[in-house]
């Protein structure tokens, strides 16, 4: 009797992949699995398609491209990585009833999956700065050039992939999922050793809770300082107002963005915690699999956000660049008005960069 309790005991402290025999057998009905697989097949396509349109209509202006686009851009391409390079290995596994594609995959796969989910994540915290700059100290937009934003792109990519690799450096490891036919990062390592948990401290505070308050904390000042300027923009004349109204559609479309990037996230970091540091086997598996399949959905958002907002970016209206691009130099060629008013010499310099980016 006392021998059954250890070995029991000795199970539910092992990796849920290490609890049953085949770590890539599926753990769900094969009913479910197929509605796993067609839901993640209607997800791929359309991110792809969606992502796709994006990067092709932003090469037809590849030269004409502002900062600001620059970086949705790269968001674009985060998301279509994960959608062409990751979801097909989940698809197949999902319709196959198992992970077909062994241990050197299934870390492939997990390694895709964070370096483009970190990716995203810290592209949308270098938005949510842009903004927060763009709207709060509105002179910081007239240093900005395209050179500054490719040294963010580098410092992003570089971010991503330091995170992403160190796993394979023996500080952290890649492994399946609870329900055995997708893998991730081996969360189960907190419960094992000290290094492990400190292992797991470091990715949820860098790449999780530091980006998530640097963004939240960017558009509540954002938004503090639109209530306090609201009064005093409707004092100007119709065409600042505009402008200003323009600005605000593209912060707006920034701020939806990462709520829905977060929304679809957020779940799934919050099972992995706790799969992490708490009670062993608490997450049972039938339950572990629905954030996993919320946050596989988020590169499929964005597209979609740019379509409903209609926020005619230049990304996707390359065509009237040509007249707007002459409207745009002359008013180069005068100087700024600037008043005794901050806000206004601060609004008319927003004038410019907002009337050259839509």
């Given at each position: 009797m006392d021998s059954k309790q250890n070995i029991s005991s000795e199970d539910v402290s092992l990796?849920?992949?290490?609890?049953?025999?085949?770590?890539?057998?599926?753990?769900?009905?094969?009913?479910?699995?197929?509605?796993?697989?067609?839901?993640?097949?209607?997800?791929?396509?359309?991110?792809?398609?969606?992502?796709?349109?994006?990067?092709?209509?932003?090469?037809?202006?590849?030269?004409?491209?502002?900062?600001?686009?620059?970086?949705?851009?790269n968001l674009a391409v985060c998301d279509l990585g994960i959608s062409v390079l990751g979801k097909p290995f989940s698809i197949i596994a999902f319709f196959s009833h198992r992970w077909i594609f062994g241990w050197s995959a299934c870390r492939w796969y997990g390694w895709a999956g964070f370096f483009f989910g970190i990716g995203s994540l810290i592209t949308m915290t270098a938005v949510s700065l842009d903004r927060y700059f763009k709207i709060c100290y509105l002179s910081y937009g007239t240093w900005l050039k395209r050179c500054?934003?490719?040294?963010?792109?580098?410092?992003?990519?570089?971010?991503?992939?330091?995170?992403?690799?160190?796993?394979?450096?023996?500080?952290?490891?890649?492994?399946?999922?609870?329900?055995?036919?997708?893998?991730?990062l081996d969360w189960w390592l907190a419960q094992g050793s000290v290094a492990g948990q400190a292992f797991i401290m470091n990715i949820l505070f860098f790449c999780l809770l530091f980006p998530t308050a640097v963004?939240?904390?960017?558009?509540?000042?954002?938004?503090?300082?639109?209530?306090?300027?609201?009064?005093?923009?409707?004092?100007?004349?119709?065409r600042i107002q505009k402008t200003h109204v323009l600005e605000m559609k593209l912060t707006k479309v920034a701020m939806l963005i990462c709520a829905g990037f977060l929304i679809a996230?957020?779940?799934?970091?919050v099972v992995s915690v706790w799969s992490a540091f708490g009670r062993p086997n608490s997450v049972p598996i039938k339950v572990s699999v629905i954030p996993t399949l919320l946050a596989k959905s988020a590169a499929m958002y964005n597209p979609v956000i740019y379509q409903v907002i209609d926020c005619k970016s230049a990304c996707c209206r390359p065509c009237p660049l040509k007249p707007l691009q002459k409207k745009t130099s002359l008013k180069r060629s005068q100087p700024y008005t600037i008043s005794a008013d901050n806000n206004s010499e601060v609004i008319n310099e927003t004038q410019l960069d907002s009337e050259e980016t839509l």
């Open positions: 990796p849920p992949y290490e609890q049953h025999g085949d770590p890539f057998e599926s753990k769900l009905s094969k009913e479910a699995d197929i509605v796993a697989g067609f839901y993640l097949l209607v997800i791929g396509i359309m991110s792809t398609l969606g992502n796709g349109y994006v990067l092709y209509m932003s090469t037809q202006r590849k030269k004409k491209l502002r900062p600001a686009e620059i970086m949705t851009v500054h934003a490719f040294i963010c792109l580098g410092i992003i990519w570089s971010y991503a992939t330091f995170w992403a690799t160190i796993p394979f450096a023996g500080l952290g490891n890649y492994a399946p999922e609870p329900f055995g036919t997708s893998c991730t963004i939240m904390f960017s558009y509540i000042k954002i938004i503090a300082k639109v209530k306090s300027s609201t009064k005093e923009v409707a004092h100007y004349d119709t996230w957020i779940p799934y970091a």
